[in-house]
Antibody, heavy 121, light 109 residues
């Protein structure tokens, strides 16, 4: 059974550049045809797609976040990561990693439990 | 890009049917049959309920069904049960990115 688990800093200060990691278990992140993605949800609000990555390193980003986001993959650790540059309070959210099926922009069939990132001084 | 438009809330009694709409544009819902729906209970991760407009993943009750007409997709839940009370989100491919709806809170009376 595929499982995804996010880990992150929890509390970060404005202007910092936090990194979040998603550890995949139950399958290889390098399995051909599978992409991996990040979605976030501000407290009490809706979902927002951040971006996706293929194990080869090809990335696909939300145009509204593209200038501040970097998604990378470490196949040796079966992990992929999200870096968000110069955060503000508006980046406070639960960050989910998930697996998009049918391509980088596909539907999300497996989700992690989410990790809350709070931006506050 | 704008989020897809969903009603903020819908409600129904046990056993009844409800429909949640998801209105997009000709750049997303109207152009692609890649609409998915997610159920989210409080404090939990979203769960895939419908994909590719009307397909159900294995293990999802056949009380859940999806459809699309023009720029509007719909999720119908028949035979409402107390456990269906949750937030529901639609999602669509929008040509080089993905867009979600604002979410609909379903209350089972």
């Amino acid at each position: 059974q595929l499982q995804l688990q996010e880990s992150g800093p929890g509390l970060v200060k404005p202007s910092e550049t936090p990194s979040l990691t998603c550890t995949v278990s139950g399958d290889s992140i390098s399995t051909s045809g599978y992409y991996w993605g990040w979605i976030r949800q501000p407290p009490g609000k809706g979902l927002e797609w951040i971006g996706s990555i293929y194990y080869s390193g090809s990335t696909y980003y939300n145009p509204s976040l593209k200038s501040r986001v970097t998604i990378s993959v470490d196949t040796s650790k079966n992990q992929f990561s999200l870096k968000l540059v110069s955060v503000t309070a508006a980046d406070t959210a639960v960050y989910y990693c998930a697996r998009p099926r049918g391509g980088a922009y596909g539907y999300f069939d497996y989700w992690g439990q989410g990790t809350l990132v709070t931006v506050s001084s | 890009q704008s989020a897809l438009t969903q009603p903020a809330s819908v409600s129904g009694s046990p056993g009844q049917s409800i429909t949640i709409s998801c209105t997009g544009t000709s750049s997303d819902v109207g152009s692609y049959n890649f609409v998915s729906w997610y159920q989210q209970h409080p404090g939990k991760a979203p769960k895939l309920m419908i994909y590719d407009v009307s397909k159900r993943p294995s293990g999802v009750s056949n009380r859940f069904s999806g459809s699309k007409s023009g720029n509007t997709a719909s999720l119908t839940i028949s035979g409402l049960q107390a456990e269906d009370e949750a937030d529901y989100y639609c999602c669509s491919y929008a040509g080089s990115h993905v867009v979600f709806g604002g979410g609909t809170k379903l209350t089972v009376l």
